[in-house]
């Protein structure tokens, strides 16, 4: 399951102002009026005739009205949640001694991991943040390895080689992250939005699963699915099409980041790691990728959903203008990224350094472009800085440090000798992995597997870790839980777990299988791509 995390926040349209000055309810909350019509025009006047109560003018932007906040507030509940965690962590605190870990210390490690899964897992049932679980569990375990270590002198030293592993894909996410940010807020994106014309249903189905799977190589898949989520809200009207097109976007959104080391979170950290490298993964995976997406539209273009009549919309992009220079801004931002890989093969420094040049050069660009306009103070890297996912930066610091843990306690590598000595076979090993992050975070999972095989055993760009990259990036297509794509259009479209289950699971899985197959066809028949195109010199293999 991919990460909650990666992406930028969904923000309102730039355009709102919002000036909390009337001290009585209003009717219905102005904000989210202004959200529902930019969000879904079509069931906007449904929304206004219906019968409305009152509402909180000092709504969030970003969540719901607090007047419902309100209603579902239970301080009984919340009593009981904190009084589970204080017993809990009293029978920890009691139960676990230093003797006990010394002796022990490898099944205080995996209970700890354990605990502090579980409440990443059921997050929103304990209401729980999981930043908050992985930064615990993280810091809880490097204490446990510092007992239990021959001296703490050892457990500093792999602490602090763990943290400088770790800062590296953080370093680089933050700067990700604020890139994208920036383009979204000039409205960079709807240059792409806008070349998209056609309203035939099946020929509409095609075009936005490769727009976005084009789109995602670049991108992470959770912006590029608020992004193209929001285009088909204002391209189709509410029905059941519309939900199998939010479908397609997910399940492209995860195959078009899966083949390139920019395009997601698993594939970067395998990338900075040195488990793959540029070209050898790009000509290796683009076919299965391609694979994984192309068996899924085609199943579903013989569905009743896509065959029906199509709905025509009205043009409701035409009122959405792009801020100044935004073509440029779009330009520079989609540049910076494509630099990256550029940058670590002619200096050979890690790539986060090429993520922060970028960064910096359209920091000083847009303060050059936007200079003396107080207005648009929104469109610079300040504004954007406070817009991005820094909680889901935490989530991963928390989570990555945590398995470097285990990894630096040897159980990781116990591990991989019980899954060498039972399953034999890598692509079954890494199957298996994608099959599990419909269920479980892709990010851990991945980690763990960096830290249970080592590039003695499993040089670099060997079949397994392609194999790896693939299969956690695509995996989480299965379930509409299972990758930060999915949970953001479950959210966004209020599409049920089981709807999911029922109308597109099925597909994702053939199309899972499907490009394993046409990996491992690829693979030992050699095809690769023309080698014109693998002597260009911006896709080194480095």
Avoid at 299 to 318: C, D
Avoid at 483 to 491: C, D, E, H, L
Wanted: with cysteine; proline share 5%; net charge neutral.
């Amino acid at each position: 399951m991919d990460s909650l995390a990666i992406g930028t926040q969904f923000s309102p349209p730039r355009q709102l102002k919002i000036i909390f000055s009337s001290p009585k309810p209003f009717p219905r909350c102005t904000i989210c009026q202004v959200l529902k019509r930019h969000a879904d025009p079509f069931s906007y006047q449904q929304e206004l005739t219906s019968p409305s109560g009152l509402c909180d003018p000092l709504c969030s932007v970003d969540e719901a009205c607090s007047c419902n906040i309100e209603d579902k507030y239970n301080p009984r509940t919340v009593l009981l949640k904190a009084l589970a965690v204080f017993a809990a962590a009293a029978t920890v605190t009691l139960a676990i001694n230093q003797s006990w870990v010394v002796a022990n210390q490898d099944l205080a490690m995996a209970l700890l991991f354990g605990i502090g899964y579980a409440g990443i897992i059921f997050e929103e049932s304990l209401a729980f943040n999981k930043s908050g679980v992985g930064l615990l569990m993280a810091v809880s375990l490097w204490v446990v390895r510092s007992i239990g270590a021959p001296s703490t002198e050892i457990a500093v030293s792999e602490l602090t080689h763990a943290s400088a592993e770790v800062s590296e894909i953080v370093f680089f996410l933050l700067g990700a992250m604020t890139i994208v940010e920036i383009v979204d807020a000039h409205q960079g994106f709807k240059l792409v939005i806008d070349n998209i014309t056609t309203r035939k249903p099946r020929t509409l189905l095609w075009v936005v699963g490769f727009v976005t799977f084009l789109l995602s190589s670049i991108l992470d898949n959770m912006t590029t699915t608020i992004v193209m989520v929001s285009l088909l809200r204002k391209l189709v009207p509410p029905s059941e099409y519309r939900k199998i097109l939010g479908a397609v976007v997910v399940i492209a959104a995860n195959a078009g980041g899966a083949w390139t080391p920019i395009g997601d979170v698993t594939t970067t950290m395998l990338w900075i790691h040195g488990q793959i490298s540029t070209l050898p993964t790009m000509k290796g995976l683009i076919i299965p990728s391609a694979v994984s997406l192309a068996v899924p539209l085609a199943l579903m273009s013989m569905t009743s959903e896509v065959n029906g009549k199509g709905q025509v919309s009205p043009n409701v992009l035409a009122s959405e203008q792009m801020a100044p220079r935004g073509k440029l801004v779009l330009s520079l931002g989609i540049g910076a990224l494509i630099f990256v890989p550029v940058f670590k093969a002619l200096t050979g420094l890690p790539p986060y350094m090429g993520m922060l040049l970028g960064l910096g050069v359209l920091w000083i660009i847009t303060d050059v472009i936007h200079y003396n306009e107080s207005e648009r103070q929104k469109l610079k890297v300040p504004q954007a800085l406070s817009r991005i996912d820094t909680q889901g930066a935490l989530f991963f610091l928390g989570i990555l440090l945590s398995v470097s843990s285990l990894e630096a306690a040897g159980i990781l590598r116990k591990l991989a000798n019980y899954l060498d000595a039972h399953i034999p076979s890598v692509e079954l090993i890494a199957s298996a992995i994608g099959l599990v992050s419909a269920i479980i975070d892709n990010v851990p999972l991945v980690a763990a597997t960096m830290g249970m095989y080592d590039l003695s055993s499993m040089p670099q760009d060997s079949e397994f870790w392609q194999l790896v990259a693939y299969c956690a990036g695509t995996g989480g297509s299965m379930l509409v839980i299972g990758s930060a794509a999915g949970v953001a259009y479950m959210g966004m479209e209020k599409v049920d777990f089981f709807w999911y289950l029922r109308k597109v699971s099925g597909f994702a899985f053939a199309g899972f299988a499907a490009g394993i197959a046409a990996y491992l066809a690829v693979s030992h028949l050699h095809i690769s791509l023309p080698s014109t195109i693998a002597k260009l010199p911006f896709l080194p293999g480095s």
